[in-house]
């Protein structure tokens, strides 16, 4: 399964979320596509913007464990 650990730091390139920087968090910048190396998240496909928003939400208030 997918852990929180897994999530925050499964990236090669480095952290996947840095907690309270939604800008420079990998997984940000693939969902929002400004990621310009690799795939953008998730494959099959922009995410609506509504959701998008929720997980920069989630990361700017620190990315908590819940």
Request: charged share 20%.
């Given at each position: 399964?997918?852990?929180y650990e897994s999530v925050i730091n499964s990236d090669d390139n480095g952290p996947a979320v840095i907690p309270g920087d939604a800008e420079n968090s990998?997984?940000?910048?693939?969902?929002v596509g400004t990621h310009e190396?690799?795939?953008i998240m998730p494959p099959s496909?922009?995410?609506?913007e509504a959701e998008i928003q929720?997980?920069?939400d989630w990361i700017a208030t620190g990315?908590?464990?819940n």
């Open positions: 399964g997918t852990t990998l997984l940000a910048q693939k969902i190396k690799g795939a496909g922009k995410m609506p929720v997980i920069l990315a908590p464990d």
